[in-house]
């Protein structure tokens, strides 16, 4: 096989950090114009491997081919010189400032002579116009992008990185936070970019997109390749089994939960907000997981949030255990044993810069007072390892920083750290987005024993099959209503987006 038909190689790639060997020895060669593939658990090294390529870390050893050619990526600003651009899974743009500053930052086409030159903003906005069309994106360019949808600001970075002409693409979980349509319209930009000669690497943990989209799959496990395949010999149980090192027979555990008397009764809970929720009406079992489904936009997250006094409710009641209650603060809910894990990890869950041990009894502060003033250092590292025990959460130590660990390890912290707390309520706002299939059966196992013990789990998720594999009843809303609710017995996919666009225009 001839070597020119590879645009990228990156040979033999080791990297280490304080206690981990994130990469080691790994090879992945690109062909030019192809969707290749990069899968494997959190914690694999796929992240590491690309940050590499990006110029974000320095390899330890090893060397990275471009065209045929040597290059040393030091930085990023060298990688996108090279060619090489990259959607990151964690959205970090500006948000007081307009879209079309954010896709043009650093490089901003100017007027003027010598020392007086001024930013052209006529160009600017026609040249991301002139973007948009090109990528059937509608976006307006002088649009605030903190004023926009999650799906809207990735997007934006979709074309970002498509402006710098690059010759390589890397797409960080770039559908995690998109609706199927704009999937839809991701996949066509993909193929368009294939067409010119483009090469993407493309890392997600949703296999059947996988399939859908690559040429190539390479599998890593443990900072290792396990090996490279053509995407069309492989199916998604194949690439499961390899992710994880073993066949996983089953993607849902056994559930052993009876649900029992109502806990919670929620009647006709309305947001002050027009566009918002309104006279949703619902009650949760003790020991029951209640799934919330619903299309991006149906006022899902804003409806728990409110159940938990993040945000102002006009009209409704709570009871709880019969008794009527109000919630106007999270430490109201917090006083009625109310947890709530919240959809954004990296936004409102953890705080990147604290350890393993500030992120896990960061919420139970108070039980760790000693003398008024002091905390009990021994007692907050001691629940802290028990909780890393418990939840086989993977760190090297608990002095670790947070945001060191993969992001379903992230996740398990964030989980310990409410249950610390000792709810009886749990709420788990899209529990396994952005984390792998051996995570996803880890978390799925701790909300099964939960229930079990006899606490209430309201969990909303975007995934079809954890929804209808991991609820007991699943209530479904549309446009900020509620629109029915689905027995774990009758529930299909069809019945769940039919109540999911009930009152869609």
């Given at each position: 096989?001839?070597?020119?038909?590879?645009?990228?190689?990156?040979?033999?790639?080791?990297?280490?950090?304080?206690?981990?060997?994130?990469?080691?020895?790994?090879?992945?060669?690109?062909?030019?114009?192809?969707?290749?593939?990069?899968?494997?658990?959190?914690?694999?090294?796929?992240?590491?491997l690309m940050k590499c390529l990006f110029g974000m870390y320095n390899q330890d050893s090893g060397e990275i081919i471009l065209n045929g050619n040597e290059v040393k990526i030091e930085s990023s600003k060298k990688a996108l010189d090279c060619g090489i651009s990259m959607i990151h899974q964690e959205l970090?743009?500006?948000?007081?400032?307009?879209?079309?500053?954010?896709?043009?930052?650093?490089r901003f086409p100017m007027k003027g002579v010598g020392p007086l030159k001024f930013v052209d903003e006529k160009k600017m906005y026609e040249d991301t116009e002139r973007l948009f069309k090109e990528l059937d994106m509608d976006i307006r360019p002088n649009t605030i992008v903190g004023e926009m949808s999650?799906?809207?600001?990735?997007?934006?970075?979709?074309?970002?990185?498509?402006?710098?002409?690059?010759?390589?693409?890397?797409?960080?979980?770039?559908?995690?936070?998109?609706?199927?349509?704009?999937?839809?319209?991701?996949?066509?930009?993909?193929?368009?970019?294939?067409?010119?000669?483009?090469?993407?690497?493309?890392?997600?943990?949703?296999?059947?997109?996988?399939?859908?989209?690559?040429?190539?799959?390479?599998?890593?496990?443990?900072?290792?390749?396990?090996?490279?395949?053509?995407?069309?010999?492989?199916?998604?149980?194949?690439?499961?089994?390899?992710?994880?090192?073993?066949?996983?027979?089953?993607?849902?555990?056994?559930?052993?939960?009876?649900?029992?008397?109502?806990?919670?009764?929620?009647?006709?809970?309305?947001?002050?907000?027009?566009?918002?929720?309104?006279?949703?009406?619902?009650?949760?079992?003790?020991?029951?997981?209640?799934?919330?489904?619903?299309?991006?936009?149906?006022?899902?997250?804003?409806?728990?949030?409110?159940?938990?006094?993040?945000?102002?409710?006009?009209?409704?009641?709570?009871?709880?255990?019969?008794?009527?209650?109000?919630?106007?603060?999270?430490?109201?809910?917090?006083?009625?044993?109310?947890?709530?894990?919240?959809?954004?990890?990296?936004?409102?869950?953890?705080?990147?810069?604290?350890?393993?041990?500030?992120?896990?009894?960061?919420?139970?502060?108070?039980?760790?007072?000693?003398?008024?003033?002091?905390?009990?250092?021994?007692?907050?590292?001691?629940?802290?390892?028990?909780?890393?025990?418990?939840?086989?959460?993977?760190?090297?130590?608990?002095?670790?920083?947070?945001?060191?660990?993969?992001?379903?390890?992230?996740?398990?912290?964030?989980?310990?750290?409410?249950?610390?707390?000792?709810?009886?309520?749990?709420?788990?706002?899209?529990?396994?987005?952005?984390?792998?299939?051996?995570?996803?059966?880890?978390?799925?196992?701790?909300?099964?024993?939960?229930?079990?013990?006899?606490?209430?789990?309201?969990?909303?998720?975007?995934?079809?099959?954890?929804?209808?594999?991991?609820?007991?009843?699943?209530?479904?809303?549309?446009?900020?209503?509620?629109?029915?609710?689905?027995?774990?017995?009758?529930?299909?996919?069809?019945?769940?987006?039919?109540?999911?666009?009930?009152?869609?225009?």
């Amino acid at each position: 096989m001839s070597e020119s038909e590879f645009l990228l190689e990156m040979n033999n790639i080791s990297k280490e950090f304080p206690g981990v060997k994130a990469l080691d020895d790994v090879t992945l060669k690109v062909r030019r114009g192809s969707v290749h593939a990069l899968v494997g658990e959190n914690g694999a090294g796929k992240s590491t491997l690309m940050k590499c390529l990006f110029g974000m870390y320095n390899q330890d050893s090893g060397e990275i081919i471009l065209n045929g050619n040597e290059v040393k990526i030091e930085s990023s600003k060298k990688a996108l010189d090279c060619g090489i651009s990259m959607i990151h899974q964690e959205l970090h743009p500006i948000p007081f400032r307009s879209v079309m500053e954010n896709i043009w930052l650093g490089r901003f086409p100017m007027k003027g002579v010598g020392p007086l030159k001024f930013v052209d903003e006529k160009k600017m906005y026609e040249d991301t116009e002139r973007l948009f069309k090109e990528l059937d994106m509608d976006i307006r360019p002088n649009t605030i992008v903190g004023e926009m949808s999650v799906s809207k600001v990735q997007s934006m970075e979709i074309s970002k990185a498509v402006s710098y002409n690059a010759k390589v693409i890397i797409m960080d979980e770039p559908t995690s936070s998109l609706t199927e349509n704009e999937v839809e319209l991701l996949f066509k930009i993909i193929n368009k970019l294939k067409n010119n000669g483009v090469s993407i690497i493309y890392i997600s943990h949703k296999i059947e997109e996988i399939l859908q989209i690559a040429d190539e799959v390479t599998v890593m496990r443990d900072g290792k390749k396990v090996g490279t395949w053509m995407a069309n010999e492989l199916t998604e149980d194949m690439i499961i089994s390899k992710m994880v090192g073993r066949d996983m027979t089953q993607r849902f555990p056994d559930r052993e939960n009876v649900p029992g008397d109502v806990v919670l009764k929620v009647k006709g809970m309305t947001s002050p907000f027009t566009n918002s929720f309104k006279d949703v009406s619902f009650e949760l079992r003790k020991g029951e997981v209640l799934g919330i489904g619903g299309l991006v936009g149906s006022q899902r997250t804003e409806l728990v949030e409110a159940l938990f006094g993040l945000r102002t409710i006009e009209g409704g009641k709570i009871y709880i255990n019969g008794k009527e209650t109000k919630i106007n603060s999270p430490i109201d809910a917090k006083k009625q044993k109310i947890a709530l894990l919240t959809e954004e990890r990296r936004a409102t869950g953890i705080f990147p810069v604290l350890s393993v041990l500030e992120n896990t009894v960061v919420a139970n502060s108070n039980k760790y007072k000693k003398f008024h003033f002091l905390l009990d250092d021994k007692s907050r590292k001691s629940d802290t390892k028990k909780a890393i025990e418990k939840l086989r959460v993977k760190t090297p130590s608990y002095k670790t920083l947070i945001q060191d660990l993969s992001g379903g390890n992230q996740q398990k912290v964030l989980i310990a750290r409410w249950l610390l707390t000792e709810p009886e309520i749990l709420i788990l706002d899209e529990p396994t987005r952005g984390i792998d299939v051996g995570a996803k059966y880890e978390i799925y196992t701790i909300i099964s024993d939960l229930a079990k013990q006899g606490k209430s789990i309201i969990m909303i998720s975007s995934e079809m099959p954890e929804l209808i594999g991991m609820s007991d009843r699943i209530m479904v809303m549309c446009e900020g209503r509620l629109s029915g609710f689905v027995d774990r017995e009758n529930a299909t996919e069809e019945e769940i987006m039919r109540l999911a666009t009930k009152y869609s225009a």
